[in-house]
């Protein structure tokens, strides 16, 4: 069964740094795009970054030049690194793996129970 | 960046409504479109992908349809345990952009 992991959130002060990982399993890891998304406190769902998988990278104008994403296809481990974090990017986030279209039809996203960050002095 | 426009934002309903949720695009998005389920301090759950393929292990009642820039899922007969949130995500192009969500409430 695919599934994907969250790890890494936790309480830390403005201005600070985390590093979130996302382990992966069940599935092929490096033919596939990934994504960090997030929700604040009683907000909906924003998109936060993407990695393709041929290495092609995406950030929302609101982490831009703060957060890195990145992978690792020989450990199946999807990361973001978080710089310079506000109280803005407090929120729950999940690692999810895209859909995979094919000639044939799809194989369906997969997402993680994600990993609380809070950013509080 | 594709404008996500979901109605409506909420939705009240009876057990066994028939009810419609619609999101539509700002531009052709062929059926790159996933629908989400989420309740109260859990994590998202998918129900739909590429518009109209049902999750594994998700009710029939459930159902969505639609390609381009027209979006429907459809609940045939609501339960108690349908009462959430819903939303869409399009998977066409970056950034990903959501719908804004449709509360279900109980009437």
């Known amino acids: 069964e695919a599934q994907v992991v969250e790890s890494g959130g936790g309480l830390v002060k403005p201005g600070g740094s985390l590093r979130l990982s996302c382990a992966a399993s069940g599935f092929t890891f490096r033919n596939y795009d990934l994504k960090w998304v997030r929700q604040a406190p009683g907000k909906g769902l924003e998109w936060v970054s993407s990695?393709?998988?041929?290495?092609?990278?995406y950030y929302a104008d609101s982490v831009k030049g703060r957060f890195t994403i990145s992978r690792d296809n020989a450990k199946t481990s999807l990361y973001l690194q978080m710089n310079s974090l506000r109280a803005e990017d407090t929120a729950v986030y999940y690692c999810?793996?895209?859909?995979?279209?094919?000639?044939?039809?799809?194989?369906?996203?997969?997402w993680g129970q994600g990993t609380q960050v809070t950013v509080s002095s | 960046a594709i404008q996500m426009t979901q109605s409506p934002s909420s939705l009240s309903a009876s057990v066994g409504d028939r009810v419609a949720i619609t999101c539509r695009a700002s531009q052709d998005m062929r059926n790159h479109l996933a629908w989400y389920q989420q309740k109260p301090g859990k994590a998202p759950s998918l129900l739909i992908h590429?518009?109209?393929s049902l999750q594994s292990g998700v009710p029939s009642r459930f159902s969505g349809s639609g390609s381009g820039t027209d979006f429907t899922l459809t609940i045939s007969s609501l339960q108690p345990e349908d009462f959430a949130t819903y939303f869409c995500?399009?998977?066409?192009?970056?950034?990903?952009?959501f719908g804004q969500g449709t509360k279900l409430e109980i009437k």
């Open positions: 590429a518009a109209s």
């Open positions: 990695i393709t998988s041929s290495g092609s990278i």
């Open positions: 995500l399009q998977d066409y192009d970056y950034p990903r952009t």
């Open positions: 999810a793996r895209e859909t995979y279209y094919h000639d044939s039809g799809s194989f369906p996203p997969v």
